[in-house]
């Protein structure tokens, strides 16, 4: 991917989650953030920032996004997992939800993808939406990693003229309808 077609991708997810989920805020949605390629790293975690304002900035600003090297998708998921505890900001009580947006195929792992995913699915509960950017991804292994239904978790995006149309199926499968209309007594977030 390059630079100018992964900070057009970054920009987009920071508004996906900016614009896109309605009460970013303390006591109802969080949002972490963690980067990937050779290693992982856990840029904002739940407690980070509770507010859109923060968290767009910090995302759009971020300059320790990782960009080249392996795609080690195993590890990510691990070190997201980890995220997933009440000393990181995340709650019980609230939904769990991944997006992985990746620009290749997990490599050089002794751990195949699919089984910190499948843990992080049944130990934490946590729903995992893919978006697969480029025509490098390995489908299959998008397929393992996914929650069911693909279909509404499971995007492929092999250029970057679809990344708007990507956003928007992602709004609506994410975010649930009673969020996007209630005003009041709003579920809980937890996206990742």
């Keep these: 991917m390059t630079k100018a077609s992964y900070r057009q991708l970054r920009n987009s997810m920071a508004n996906l989650i900016s614009r896109g989920i ?3 805020a303390e006591h109802s949605t969080r949002v972490a953030l963690l980067s990937f390629a050779s290693t992982a790293h856990l840029e904002m975690n739940f407690r980070t920032c509770v507010t859109k304002r923060c968290y767009r900035r910090r995302f759009r600003d971020e300059t320790n996004l990782t960009t080249g090297g392996m795609t080690r998708i195993a ?5 997201a997992s980890a995220a997933f505890t009440r000393e990181k900001g995340s709650r019980e009580c609230s939904r769990k939800v991944i997006l992985l947006v990746t620009d ?6 002794p751990t195949p993808a699919r089984i910190p995913a499948t843990a992080l699915k049944r ?4 729903e995992i939406f ?8 390995n489908e299959d292994q998008l397929q393992e990693i996914a929650s069911k239904p693909l279909m509404t978790h499971l995007y492929y995006m092999p250029t970057m003229r679809m990344v708007k149309k990507i956003c928007k ?3 609506t ?5 009673e969020f996007l209309v209630e005003a009041e007594s709003r579920p809980r977030l937890s996206l990742f």
């Design 123 to 126: 130990s934490k509960n946590v």
């Design 130 to 137: 893919v978006v697969g950017v480029s025509q490098l991804i």
């Design 169 to 171: 199926k992602l709004k």
């Design 22 to 24: 309605p009460n970013v």
């Design 173 to 177: 499968a994410t975010v649930p309808e």
């Design 75 to 79: 590890h990510a998921l691990q070190e």
């Design 104 to 109: 290749g195929t997990s490599d050089n792992e």
